[in-house]
Nanobody, 125 residues
């Protein structure tokens, strides 16, 4: 399985940005995908996830209402639409996937087996 994240960049506070993660080697029906981020000097934290069965979505409280995770099965791509960006959203964003994860494990980055290379999002205040 390969995950390729893209779409990061430098934006101003209040702007929007959409990240993409192209997935090869897995179909979405059997694969849960998540977005995590890691700011300098901080631990990797959960941002959002879309569960393999039914496509239910889950969000960290810090991004709820501002970020939207979605997937396009035809393109085998998962997206993270980010709006009303804040300075504290600055981080390297990673997409991650797992075929065996259960709901209680969604927010734990150790539960994901496959990882993309990360894409940097910088929000200027």
């Amino acid at each position: 399985v390969q995950l390729q994240a893209s779409g990061g960049g430098l934006v101003q506070a209040g702007d929007s940005l959409t990240l993409s993660c192209a997935v090869s080697g897995r179909t979405f029906s059997s694969y849960t995908l998540g977005w995590f981020r890691q700011a300098p000097g901080k631990e990797r934290e959960f941002v959002a996830a879309i569960f393999r069965s039914g496509g239910h979505t889950y969000y960290a409280d810090s991004v709820k209402g501002r970020f939207t995770i979605s997937r396009d099965a035809a393109k085998n791509t998962v997206y993270l639409q980010m709006t009303s960006l804040k300075f504290e959203d600055t981080a390297v964003y990673y997409c991650a996937g797992s075929a065996s994860i259960i709901l209680s494990q969604l927010k734990n980055h150790f539960s994901y087996r496959d990882w993309g290379q990360g894409t940097l999002v910088t929000v200027s205040s």
